[in-house]
């Protein structure tokens, strides 16, 4: 009797065998049943928004929909940084956090994330380049 380990070894080795005849059926699959796949996930979508938003928190920032509601709460709606509330905005507050550390910092608004992003990765040739012009007014 062969182990998991050996099935699961064969079953791979027969994938990559057959890769493009595989492939091919997914294609085809696709394309036969295209409408009723994507009917299928609007219909999850719009019947479990929170689960799906739950999971993309957990998987991107390990939170839980929870501790996002908690900081929204804490936040009053509003961006960390603009003081915008929800309701003035075309989009959700994002979760902001250090893509080095992984660490949630707060919400901000899509604006001011994508800006503190440009900002935080060349804060230091900015910060050198201020520093130079003020030399020069002083």
Not at 4 to 32: I, V
Not at 51 to 72: H, P, V
Not at 98 to 127: F, I, Q, W, Y
Request: hydrophobic share 25%; proline share 1%.
């Amino acid at each position: 009797m062969k182990t998991a380990e050996e099935k699961r070894k064969f079953r791979r080795e027969q994938y990559l065998k057959n890769w493009d005849k595989e492939r091919t059926r997914g294609r085809q699959y696709y394309k036969e049943k295209r409408d009723w796949i994507l009917a299928k996930q609007r219909k999850y979508v719009k019947e479990n928004p929170d689960r799906r938003k739950s999971a993309t928190l957990k998987y991107e920032y390990g939170i839980t929909l929870d501790d996002y509601n908690k900081m929204f709460n804490a936040q009053e709606g509003k961006c960390a940084i603009c003081k915008k509330h929800q309701n003035e905005l075309k989009k959700t507050l994002c979760v902001d956090h250090d893509h080095k550390t992984g660490k949630v910092r707060e919400l901000l608004c899509m604006t001011c994330n994508t800006d503190l992003a440009s900002v935080e990765n060349r804060l230091e040739e900015m910060m050198n380049y201020l520093n130079k012009h003020r030399k020069d007014v002083n």
